[in-house]
């Protein structure tokens, strides 16, 4: 006769009884010692939080500095990068963010004699490439009407370069600025300009 009772559950093994199906706990239990363990829980945690907060607040305005200098020290560096040939001409090494600037201004930036066309005669002549490391202190002494400060003259003179000393778009000095057609991007001329704020030496009066 075949066995229909059923599989035969190993004594000691209690039934597992679906949660869905179990009897909640009683009220007491719930309003007690459940209460009390999510009420201790949730004022740590809070605490927790409210120290995490605290911390970060305090530590926010070192973080901020830090990261403004970090910031600053990588603007100067690829605006060196930037105004440097893209070949070394003493090591060779390979510069692939170097655009040139020292081609007429020199590789220590002391400027120096640049033959170009000149757009009005259509001849070759020789300029002179200004001495980059003065430029700053020598527009403080002979502010530029028009500009607030020298950073803005400095500034629109890379973007739109010069035309026979006259700021336009340039022969004698090329445009750099991509409004005015030129290659360079608004962050890229800040950055030369922040690298050329770093090396600069005083004038005097009369040698400006």
């Known amino acids: 006769m075949a066995d229909t009772a059923g599989p035969v559950r190993p004594a000691g093994r209690p039934e597992k009884v679906p949660a869905a199906i179990r009897p909640g706990d009683t009220d007491d239990f719930l309003e007690g010692p459940r209460l009390t363990r999510i009420s201790v829980w949730g004022l740590l945690l809070s605490l927790a939080l409210a120290l995490f907060i605290f911390l970060y607040w305090t530590a926010e ?35 692939t963010r170097g655009i040139g600037c020292a081609r007429c201004h020199g590789n220590d930036a002391h400027g120096g004699d640049v033959p170009y066309t000149d757009s009005q005669t259509n001849t070759q002549v020789q300029g002179h490439a200004p001495d980059l490391t003065v430029v700053f202190n020598k527009y403080v002494l002979h502010p530029q009407m028009g500009y607030k400060t020298p950073r803005d003259y400095i500034m629109a003179t890379i973007e739109r370069g010069r035309t026979n ?3 336009g778009n340039g022969d004698d000095m090329p445009t750099w600025g991509q409004l005015y057609g030129g290659p360079l991007t608004d962050q890229q001329i800040n950055d030369i300009i922040d690298w050329l704020q770093t090396i600069q030496r005083p004038v005097s009066a009369a040698s400006s």
């Open 165 to 167: 000393n006259v700021l």
């Open 61 to 95: 305005p070192s973080r901020m500095t830090n990261t403004t200098t970090k910031f600053s020290k990588d603007a100067i560096e690829r605006g060196q990068q930037y105004f440097a040939l893209p070949t070394n001409p003493v090591t060779g090494a390979t510069n």
